[in-house]
């Protein structure tokens, strides 16, 4: 007989995002494990409200990180959340070989490169 152990796993909300970004804007200390929770809430505590932020989608060439948060290389920091393209952007060409990835979340904000920040909707929730 094989027993199989069955993981149900919950994904990011916008209801979550919202939470953690107001516990951050409150001041109110809470540890998450979740990437995208922890952007949002360090986004609060720094005065940034995301309440009234669009939901946008968008894609990627190539599969967003384990975490869902976009790494600078070139200055060696985080982004605000996961980097993608909209239909506006202008996509560089050395991508265009990979495979295409859709994401949607709420707007975060404008990375270091000017391209659209989103809280990724597909991201696992850790906590």
Do not use: H
Request: proline share 2%; charged share 25%.
């Amino acid at each position: 007989m094989y027993l199989y152990r069955v993981i149900i796993r919950e994904m990011i909300t916008k209801e979550q995002i919202l939470i953690a970004n107001k516990e951050g804007l409150n001041g109110e200390y809470v540890g998450y494990y979740t990437p995208i929770l922890k952007v949002a809430y360090n986004l609060g505590c720094k005065g940034v409200d995301l309440s009234n932020n669009a939901i946008v989608s968008g894609f990627r060439y190539g599969k967003a990180p384990e975490s869902f948060v976009s790494f600078n290389y070139a200055e060696n920091f985080c982004e605000n959340g996961l980097s993608i393209y909209t239909e506006k952007s202008v996509v560089r060409s050395e991508f265009l070989n990979r495979e295409r990835f859709e994401y949607t979340g709420l707007f975060s904000g404008t990375g270091s490169d000017d391209e659209v920040l989103i809280l990724c909707f597909d991201a696992e929730n850790l906590d």
